[in-house]
């Protein structure tokens, strides 16, 4: 791997932005698509894709790869990643502010270069927040949908400019466009795929994720490992068919019906579970925080 001069000049960026206000009861209420969307089960799968779909931006791999601990500490960085996603859709203002806060905290220190294509990079680039981000409800969307949430195009459509709230929040600029809905989102994801690229550290983060460190009993008495490999595999499926072909996975019509019904089974089997067992501590205490507003 070569070494780049640290001088080297960063990846032009908008004007920063100071993050919008928040209001004290948070940034949605019982009544949002949002809450709907990231209470149902299928999220778990939603996130491994965007996961998947997020490395094959090669700026976006390389901020991960040189910069975070997620070989070490795969567990925590997924519980990181849903605990934003749950304060920032349940939380009040105050934790959503702190949560925000963090993350923008975290971005201002992750730049380098990319080894593969050669340009520099930061995390609070505009460009890859706004790739991250629609990665993320794009996935959680599309799973959700796929597994058997109803959702009407509307609903899906409000789902997408509801979100545009956290890109603002997190560091994209009030200047630079996000999509607003599902045609905006699929026009966007269009545009983006000249930019993408399976580079050697994501090919290794996609193998990584279907055999991450178990330890104890969790790897010696339970088939913990070959669920989650399956999960993981699962997630693979339900990426869109030209992200599977940058991963050499096989697509076609039968592989898309294997990966909708092996979704819906892991829907309706988490769904049987206990609420208590599914449901994070975010959403239990923004249920009771809003009850208690309007006992009736």
Known sequence: MTR???????PPDDPPDDPPVVPEEGLFGPGAVSWTVHADPSMLLG????LL???????AMAGVAQ??????????????TASFIGATTYGTGEEVRAVVDRVRTVHRQVRGIDPVTGRPYRADDPELLTW???CEIGSFLEVARRSGLALTDRQADRYVAEQVRV??????PAGRPVPRSVAELDSYTAWMRGRLLLTPAARDAFHFAFVPPLHGWALLATPARPLWGGLVGCAAGLLPPWARRMYGLPVGPATDLLATVQARGFRGLALRLPPR???????????DRWAALDPA
């Open 4 to 10: 780049h001069d640290t001088s080297t000049p960063e």
């Open 47 to 50: 996130g491994l894709r965007a």
């Open 53 to 59: 779909l997020q490395a094959l931006h090669p700026l």
């Open 67 to 80: 910069h975070s601990a997620f070989r070490k500490d795969p567990w925590g960085r997924l519980y990181r």
């Open 132 to 134: 991250v981000h629609c």
């Open 167 to 172: 890109a603002r929040l997190v560091g994209v």
């Open 277 to 287: 067992w599914r449901e994070g501590p975010h959403l239990v205490a923004a249920r």
